[in-house]
């Protein structure tokens, strides 16, 4: 699976729109660019996922560059329940694969 | 989605015992896979458990030191043998379905402390 670079913390203000970046410059033709999170003490939750279209669903956006090279994981109104460790991961689209994570970005919403 | 249940949910053991670690979820899913978290780290693959077959470990994990089992399409076991202070950890299990999106659910975790 190719490789992803993410900052390591970032903040927000609760109430605000969360902006997450990724690069993941050597991504293939057939892997899928996933995002999960990862609450204290929690078990990593899955967010959503896509292969070269903005995607929208209930919890966020995930913007993907043209180039597919990077991703922007968009949380419209950050609460203090998304502070959180974000993991970005691409895969190849397959149940035979797995999940490869990365360090993350510590997300700190505060108030 | 799934709905996955881990027991026990913490434990602190001895070293030079075992522990092992039950992951049960309320639907049949394809694949199973065990993660480990170390302190202050990341999640890294232990191995993928498929229902009959010999589970596949990923590279510095061996069957001997984690053994696992998949009797059936809903329950699988980890075992952590052996266990000295460097296995403390938490050890996760995931599933994921054939079809749809693969997504993958994780357990909550079970928090291990060898002492």
């Known amino acids: 699976d190719a490789k992803t670079t993410q900052p390591t913390s970032m903040d927000c203000a609760e109430g605000r729109a969360a902006n997450l970046p990724c690069n993941h410059s050597t991504i293939s033709g057939n892997e899928y660019v996933y995002w999960y999170r990862q609450i204290h003490s929690q078990g990593p939750q899955y967010i959503i996922h896509?292969?070269?279209n903005n995607e929208t669903n209930e919890m966020a956006s995930l913007i993907i560059t043209e180039d597919r090279k990077s991703s922007t994981l968009i949380l419209p109104h950050a609460t203090l329940r998304d502070t959180a460790v974000y993991y970005c991961?691409?895969?190849?689209?397959?149940?035979?694969?797995?999940?490869?994570f990365g360090k993350g970005t510590m997300l700190l919403v505060s108030p | 989605s799934a709905v996955i249940s881990q027991k026990p949910s913490r434990d602190i053991c001895q070293r030079g015992t075992s522990l092992t670690i039950q992951c049960q979820v309320d639907s049949q899913v394809t694949m199973m896979f065990w993660y480990r978290q170390q302190p202050g780290q990341s999640l890294t693959l232990i191995a993928t458990?498929?229902?009959?077959?010999?589970?596949?470990?990923e590279s510095g994990f061996v069957i001997d030191k984690f053994p696992i089992s998949r009797p059936n399409l809903t329950f699988s076991t980890l075992t952590v043998s052996n266990m000295s202070p460097e296995d403390s950890s938490i050890y996760l299990c995931s599933v994921a379905f054939s079809g749809g999106s693969y997504e993958q659910y994780f357990g909550p975790g079970t928090r291990l402390t060898v002492t």
């Open positions: 458990a498929n229902q009959g077959s010999e589970a596949t470990y």
């Open positions: 991961i691409v895969r190849v689209f397959s149940g035979y694969s797995t999940l490869t």
């Open positions: 896509g292969l070269k």
